[in-house]
């Protein structure tokens, strides 16, 4: 009986395991976000730098991500 339950356990934890290493964690944030949301992320970064607010930096991240989607 001690060997059935030692080798169910054993096999419990390598299948765990196994799909452990398929998917990534919930919350490690290593996943590449898609594209789209990059070149969102770098026209908001753009804009910080010129210091642009309002209708301006509106436009200008409009632009910038409308230009990096034909791009793509």
Known sequence: MKLLSAL?????LSTSAAFAADAPA???GTAAPPAKHMSLKACNKQADEKKLTGADRSAF?????GSAAKKS
């Open 26 to 28: 919930a919350g490690s």
């Open 8 to 12: 169910t356990l054993t096999a419990l």
């Open 61 to 65: 991240v409009k632009e910038c991500h």
